[in-house]
């Protein structure tokens, strides 16, 4: 039995006991044995050191000190009740509050396809979006200023956990005025290897500690590809529009994030035939987090709407 559950049963013990002036009776009227109530009766005023009942009454009475035990005792106890009522309430009805972090590249791309779903599920939730450079996202998760967020494997930090709900191919975007350009078109070509296009050349990627630059160093470390990097920058979009105005580098981008900057500049676009160089998304909480049910109905809608390719 909880100590709340104590608390409760021991208020319906004074009650009763106030109501008929006699342990037995009240111990019968509460299916209870009469040595049992005379028991928890003794055990609690020795705990407090107090006496709640005034025995040399008959009919029993309650001390003043018992009536005032009972009233408070029973305040808690309905206050709690209404605590967890409440509690439960919030869940069921679908209200509270909801914290995504997202970087704003991720953000724009796949919010947008999410949320509309989401606030017509869940219309009373207080959602509440934080954008932050993708090298943060993860410490103000494990800060508790997040409730979610939407991130790039790989993810190191054992205390994280996540759900898959995207995969898509990884594009590398060569402006006119690169080294290795050699096409004028905006087609897709499909290639085994790129180290041709970017061992030695100038290259433009993301500060060092997101996601998405994290799977590009494992992908370069592995097959030992060093680039020139010219320039590192908080924003995929800010790569995409350097090499946009033809900055004389190359760099890498998801498909989604590619797709949503159309351009009339003739970039070459390239992406390994393989699936060795994929960009994976995740929605992503504390290991040890007890999601409310707000949260897992996000993370079930961003699986069931995600894409993998």
Known sequence: ???????????????????????????????????????????????????????????????????????????????????????????????????????????????????????????????????????????????DNLDLYIGVLPVDNPKIHYQLFAREPVYLLLPPSHPQYRQTTKAVTLINDCRALIAGQPLILENENSGFQRLLAQYLAKNNIEPQIVLRTASLDTGIKLVQHNFSAATFVPQMVWQSHPSNVPLATYQLATTELQSETVVAYKRDQLLTKQEKAFIDLAVKNGMTT
């Open 1 to 143: 039995m909880t100590p709340l559950e104590k608390d409760k049963q021991f208020s319906m013990i004074l009650m009763t006991i106030a109501k008929l002036g006699n342990i037995s009776a009240a111990a019968e009227a509460l299916f209870m044995t009469q040595p049992a109530v005379s028991k928890i009766i003794k055990q609690r005023e020795t705990q407090l050191a107090t006496r709640l009942i005034e025995r040399r009454h008959h009919p029993l009475q309650l001390t003043y000190a018992g009536e005032y035990y009972l009233q408070r005792l029973q305040h808690i106890t309905a206050q709690y009740d209404s605590l967890y009522h409440g509690l439960a309430n919030l869940n069921e009805a679908g209200h509270g509050r909801l914290v995504i972090g997202v970087t704003q590249s991720l953000g724009e791309q796949i919010l947008p396809r999410l949320l509309p779903q989401y606030h017509a599920a869940y219309p009373n939730v207080d959602l509440r979006l934080v954008e932050y450079p993708s090298s943060e996202v993860e410490n103000e998760l494990l800060n």
